[in-house]
T-cell receptor, first 115, second 118 residues
């Protein structure tokens, strides 16, 4: 069965420091991978996505992610974190063709930013 | 227009009330979704509509009744809810016809309705 693991429940970084959020997936075929961000009480905003091709993808707000098939990972990175990046981050894998486009979400990683 | 809108933003209801949540998109998407999200948890899929037909019901209690009156609108009718149904309800949409397989997986989310059941 498909699954997504985000090993870190909560991460705290200092403003200006670099960030890496981990995501591992289990999926038989080529996965469609997504990172979403959610501020408190808000909906989910898509940060970036990977379908195929270049394994380093750029997203909004200065985020990037790298797809590594050998490690079944899709880690999210940002070189310099801003206080406004504090939020919940969800990694997801899409399985269209199975359940008509259902997204399998990880449990999320809460990011706190220290001044 | 790449926006999914949801109304109302907040809703407080008693256990005997009947209310409805509304979701709208004008991106031409032919798949629409309802999710329930409790605090500190990922969204849980409730229903999927594909081409205005219910295609997935994740064993949701009958006190939640979805409706898709046209390709742009999705409603969730609520009746006799319980306090444990209090949550953030999210709507999403995704492409179907003419889209790549990857884009059919990409879901666009609305801001949600914060529901409190007293």
């Amino acid at each position: 069965a498909q699954s997504v693991t985000q090993p870190d429940i909560h991460i705290t970084v200092s403003e200006g420091a670099s960030l890496e959020l981990r995501c591992n997936y289990s999926y038989g075929a080529t996965p469609y991978l997504f990172w979403y961000v959610q501020s408190p009480g808000q909906g989910l905003q898509l940060l970036l996505k990977y379908f195929s091709g270049d394994t380093l993808v750029q997203g909004i707000k200065g985020f990037e992610a790298e797809f590594k098939r050998s490690q079944s990972s899709f880690n999210l990175r940002k070189p310099s974190v801003h206080w406004s990046d504090a939020a919940e981050y969800f990694c997801a894998v899409g399985n269209y063709g199975g359940s008509q486009g259902n997204l399998i979400f990880g449990k999320g990683t809460k990011l706190s930013v220290k001044p | 227009d790449t926006e999914v809108t949801q109304t109302p933003k907040h809703l407080v209801m008693g256990m005997t009330n009947k209310k409805s949540l509304k979701c709208e998109q004008h991106m031409g998407h032919r798949a629409m979704y309802w999710y329930k999200q409790k605090a500190k948890k990922p969204p849980e899929l409730m229903f999927v509509y594909s081409y205005e037909k219910l295609s997935i019901n994740e064993s949701v209690p009958s006190r939640f009744s979805p409706e898709c009156p046209n390709s742009s609108l999705l409603n969730l009718h609520l009746h006799a809810l319980q306090p444990e149904d209090s949550a953030l309800y999210l709507c999403a949409s995704s492409a179907r016809t003419g889209a790549s397989e990857g884009n059919r997986n990409e879901q666009f989310f609305g801001p949600g309705t914060r529901l409190t059941v007293l």
